[in-house]
Each structure stands twice: as C-alpha cells, then as structure tokens.
T-cell receptor, first 113, second 109 residues
Framework: DADVTQTPRNRITKTGKRIMLECSQT?????MYWYRQDPGLGLRLIYY???????NKGEISDGYSVSRQAQAKFSLSLESAIPNQTALYFC????????????FGSGTRLTVV | EDQVTQSPEALRLQEGESSSLNCSYT??????LFWYRQDPGKGPEFLFT???AGEEKEKERLKATLTKKESFLHITAPKPEDSATYLC??????????FGAGTTVTVRA
C-alpha cells in the first residue's frame, strides 16, 4: 500500500457543488499539507497542519477548507466548486525530526464543469 | 516571501547529451533545498536534499549542487527514462516548502 493515499484519483463535479478530497498516511508523520498544481505555476500551498489541533492557511486558501480528523487523516473541501479550481491536488506529509522533505500522494485530478 | 525560479521551462536532449537545470531562490532562513522528480499524473518523488553552499549530492546520472543563490541539477549522459519534470523547492525556517514551476526534460533515443 502507498504511504500517502489520496481519494478519489479523478473527479468531475459541477459548479456550485461541495466536494471533499481525502488523504490518509501510514508514515506516522505529524505534518500534513495540501497543494494544488497548475501548468506553469508549480505547486502552491493551500493548507497545512502540524498536528491534529493545528491548522494553518497557505498562500491560496480562499474557497477551500480542511479537517484533520486524526494524525493520519487530512481532508480538503471545496465548499462551492468553481471552474478555476480545476487542477491536480496533492496531499503530502513530513517528519520534522527526519528532514527528508515531503512524501507526496499520487494526486487527485479535479475537473469543475 | 520565498521565491523559487527554475530555468529553462523545457529541455529537449538527445540521449547521451549532458545538460544542467537551474534553480535560483530567495528564502528567509534556508533549512534545505530539495529536488524532486515528477512523472506525468504522479506525485513528486524525492531526489536530493542540500543544506549548505558547496554541498553536492549524486544519484545515478544526476548530480545536484548548491550555492548561496542557486542550485544546479546536472544530468550526465541522459537516457530516455530520465524524461520527467524536475522540481526544485526551498524549505524556510518554518519548515514549509516553496516550489518552482519545474523544468520538463525530454530525452530522445
């Protein structure tokens, strides 16, 4: 099984719908992150969490919310999806003590029509 | 605000033709500079971490170097399987990563 699992892998949704992307990890890492990736713009940070009680906004948090249900689970919600939220979304984890950067999931390709 | 700029955006190489990718950065309190490889439709895969100017890391045909303002990823005698997008990221004093837009490398046989 993958260390960081994202579901669903692909999703097509309509404008105005609420959608949740889920992420679970078996790395035992405290820190979890949500990024979106757009062609030519690279990865941009949406939200991050250093532990279950700590949630922080990233550079592009408007229109998104998150929930850290447990150390291993971090979900991203789009309250009312809009077409410019069409992107590839990645969840990542990190371990502060062993600084190997981030471990990424395989991504969720979201299309808002 | 941390900034990472990668060049070129795209690089087309013939098999065996060595080249270098550039990553220039500004960051407050650099804790590390990371290189990742990303294949289409997949998440980035960790390659290297560099912590201080003058440091070098190697893995197969890849070699990463670091100065105070930039990092280079050298690809020596590339093969078609080296085709991918290579991402550079800097880690700041809060351990957050800021990514560049990437360089897409295509190696033709």
């Amino acid at each position: 099984d993958a260390d960081v699992t994202q579901t669903p892998r692909n999703r097509i949704t309509k404008t105005g719908k609420r959608i949740m992307l889920e992420c679970s990890q078996t790395k035992g890492h405290d820190r979890m992150y949500w990024y979106r990736q757009d062609p030519g713009l690279g990865l941009r940070l949406i939200y991050y969490s250093f532990d279950v009680k700590d949630i922080n906004k990233g550079e592009i948090s408007d229109g998104y919310s998150v929930s850290r249900q447990a150390q291993a689970k971090f979900s991203l919600s789009l309250e009312s999806a809009i077409p410019n939220q069409t992107a590839l979304y990645f969840c990542a984890t990190s371990d502060l003590l062993r600084n190997y950067g981030y471990t990424f999931g395989s991504g969720t390709r979201l299309t808002v029509v | 605000e941390d900034q990472v700029t990668q060049s070129p955006e795209a690089l087309r190489l013939q098999e065996g033709e060595s080249s270098s990718l550039n990553c220039s950065y500004t960051v407050s309190g650099l804790r590390g500079l990371f290189w990742y490889r990303q294949d289409p439709g997949k998440g980035p895969e960790f390659l290297f971490t560099l912590y201080s100017a003058g440091e070098e890391k190697e893995k197969e045909r890849l070699k990463a170097t670091l100065t105070k303002k930039e990092s280079f990823l050298h690809i020596t005698a590339p093969k078609p399987e080296d085709s991918a997008t290579y991402l550079c990221a800097v880690q700041d004093s809060d351990y957050k990563l800021s990514f560049g837009a990437g360089t897409t490398v295509t190696v033709r046989a």
